[in-house]
């Protein structure tokens, strides 16, 4: 049976070091160029492929050569994706409207509770003051665009 660790092998550094092997395979290393895709079918070790010119760090990589984005494109790009995560987020909370959710207190109020719902809506309850980490029952009365309200049932 094949072992690729010699038996010389330096046991208080861990696995597989041997004495001098280290400056070697260094060696090896600093002087092979490798693909992404080391033996991978139709990837030669040190092949030019696309995927080899996708990943490495050369100014040859494609990567390289494109343009940067321009920072008021990335600015309107950032909005729209707030804007549609926030439009779903209301839809989501407004299909619960009317419904019973079971949830947990998360910070207890005066007149209430901030309440996590088991789907992960976040509710400000009105009704009596739970305990902190309490389970209650909640009911959805309002999905507003920012929050919702509900009432601990």
Same mark, same amino acid.
Do not use: M
């Given at each position: 049976m094949f072992s690729?660790?010699?038996?010389?092998?330096?046991?208080s550094r861990g696995p597989g070091y041997a004495r001098g092997s280290g400056s070697?395979?260094?060696?090896?290393?600093?002087?092979?160029?490798?693909?992404?895709?080391?033996?991978a079918?139709? *990837?030669?070790?040190?092949?030019?492929?696309?995927?080899?010119?996708? *990943?490495?760090?050369?100014?040859?990589?494609p990567a390289e050569r494109r343009l940067a984005v321009d920072?008021?494109?990335k600015a309107r790009r950032a909005a729209r994706l707030r804007a549609?995560?926030?439009?779903?987020?209301?839809? *989501?909370?407004?299909? *619960?409207?009317g419904r019973e959710l079971d949830g947990i207190v998360i910070q207890p109020a005066a007149?209430?509770?901030?309440?996590?719902?088991?789907?992960?809506?976040?509710v400000t309850g009105a009704g009596c003051a739970p305990a902190r980490g309490e389970a209650v029952r909640v009911r959805i009365i309002?999905?507003?665009?920012?929050?919702?309200?509900?009432?601990?049932?």
């Open positions: 690729p660790i010699p038996p010389s092998r330096d046991r070697a395979v260094l060696g090896r290393a600093l002087n092979t160029r490798t693909s992404a895709a080391a033996g079918p139709g *990837f030669a070790w040190g092949s030019d492929s696309a995927l080899d010119q996708a *990943f490495n760090t050369w100014s040859s990589a920072s008021s494109i549609i995560g926030s439009r779903k987020d209301h839809e *989501f909370r407004t299909r *619960f409207q007149a209430g509770a901030e309440i996590l719902t088991s789907n992960g809506i976040a309002e999905a507003g665009d920012r929050r919702t309200r509900g009432e601990i049932i």
